[in-house]
Every structure is written in C-alpha cells, then in structure tokens.
C-alpha cells in the first residue's frame, strides 16, 4: 500500500451555489467548505442529515462563504455482530466503540480539517461530555442524539445563528 493512501484530496468542484472545495479522505464521505458563493458571494446552504437517513434532514444550515460544516457520526459506519451495533469512532477512554445514543455531531469552523477534527472529536466524547466541551469551549456544532421513540438535539456555541 502507499505512504500516501491515506491523506486526503482537495479538488474544486463547480456547483449552482458557487465554488466548493471537496476534501475527501479514503473511505469517508468527505467535507465541503466553499469558496465562493453564488453570483454576489450570499454563502450556501446545507443539509445536516437525521440518523439512519430515514427522515427528512434534521437541519438546514445557512453558511457564509469561506466557512466549512463537517459532520461525524455512528450511524453511516456501523455494524451489528450478535444483536450488538458497533461503530467506528473508539472511545479513547476505554478502548471500544463509543456506546450511547449519540448518532451524530456536526460543527461548524473555518475549515474543514478543523470542522471535521472537532466533530470527531466532540463524537468520542461521547452524549454527555461531548456537548459539555463544545459549550466550555464555544464550538458551533449541534449534536443529535436517538433517544428510544424520539430525537434530541443539543446546539452549542453560536451554531443556532447558521440554522434556517
């Protein structure tokens, strides 16, 4: 295998809002931060995803140009072994895949590397830590958590500012 197999790639890629820049890492689903906005520079909108992706998005972010969302989460990269679901985000507390009900955490930053760095991050930290270092440190992200029967969302630092 090479050296190199696993740094990402950055590639432009034209889009209706603009510019994008799309940072995709081998076996990732990437992260987008923008370059340039529409014709007079108004931003662009994403789609934060629900869990398991089998309800409408669970938001709709407002980002201006020059900012990146990235989200980090249990359920695109799970498995069930023996009526058990394991992800691939290892607590490092306890050398295991994080347990809970958190499915995801999406942060907003200046970058992408650093977006994706902290959603990650904050996603190890599990339900409860996680939102409690985001707050003490006034990351923008919002975590959203599988409840039994419904979904919680938790929003930190000035994320609610960039929700439509």
């Not at 695109?76 to 050398?95: E, F, T």
């Not at 760095?117 to 409860?128: D, F, K, M, P």
Request: glycine share 10%; proline share 7%; net charge neutral.
């Amino acid at each position: 295998m090479k050296a190199d197999a696993f740094l990402p790639t950055r590639r432009k890629v034209p889009g209706l809002i603009g510019v994008a820049t799309l940072w995709h890492y081998p076996g990732h689903t990437g992260e987008v931060e923008q370059l340039s906005g529409r014709a007079f520079g108004t931003g662009w909108h994403a789609a934060v995803a629900s869990p398991g992706r089998t309800r409408p998005a669970a938001a709709v972010l407002r980002l201006p140009s020059g900012i990146a969302v990235a989200t980090s989460g249990t359920s695109a990269q799970s498995y069930a072994l023996n009526g058990r679901v394991y992800n691939h985000i290892i607590d490092p507390m306890i050398g295991v895949p994080v347990p809970g009900h958190l499915r995801s955490v999406s942060v907003i930053a200046g970058d992408a590397m650093s977006a994706d760095a902290r959603a990650t991050a904050l996603c190890a930290a599990g339900e409860q830590a996680g939102p409690e270092l985001a707050t003490r440190h006034d990351i923008a992200a919002l975590f959203l958590i599988d409840d039994p029967g419904t979904e919680r969302r938790v929003y930190t630092g000035p994320i609610a500012d960039f929700i439509l």
